[in-house]
Nanobody, 125 residues
Framework: QVQLVESGGGLVQAGGSLRLSCAAS????????MGWFRQAPGKEREFVAT???????FYADSVKGRFTVSRDNAKNTVSLQLNTLKPDDTAVYYC???????????????????WGQGTQVTVSS
């Protein structure tokens, strides 16, 4: 079965950096769009970034210029580099996978079939 396992979350001061990773198994990784979403306490889950099977990237406006998504098809991993972190970035970050043939906007969580368990990112002021 498909499994997505995130790692790399933690506690960091404002202005700091973290690198999240997501290891995927049970799928043909290179055929999937890989997305990152986050959910803060009391808020709905929101789109953060995505990278397509052709390595095209898309970002939420709130993270553009600070976060970078990348993938390594040889290792079945997708990463999210978080720089210049702000307290508003505090959330549980989820990795998600969407087959390339799925329809719908990359920014919509309904496009993604598989989800990881999430990793907590906490940014202190």
């Amino acid at each position: 079965q498909v499994q997505l396992v995130e790692s790399g979350g933690g506690l960091v001061q404002a202005g700091g950096s973290l690198r999240l990773s997501c290891a995927a198994s049970g799928l043909i990784f290179s055929n999937y769009v890989m997305g990152w979403f986050r959910q803060a306490p009391g808020k709905e889950r929101e789109f953060v970034a995505t990278i397509t099977w052709t390595a095209t990237t898309f970002y939420a406006d709130s993270v553009k210029g600070r976060f970078t998504v990348s993938r390594d098809n040889a290792k079945n991993t997708v990463s999210l580099q978080l720089n210049t972190l702000k307290p508003d970035d505090t959330a549980v970050y989820y990795c998600a996978a969407s087959p390339s043939y799925n329809t719908g906007a990359y920014t919509h969580d309904s496009r993604y079939d598989y989800w990881g368990q999430g990793t907590q990112v906490t940014v202190s002021s």
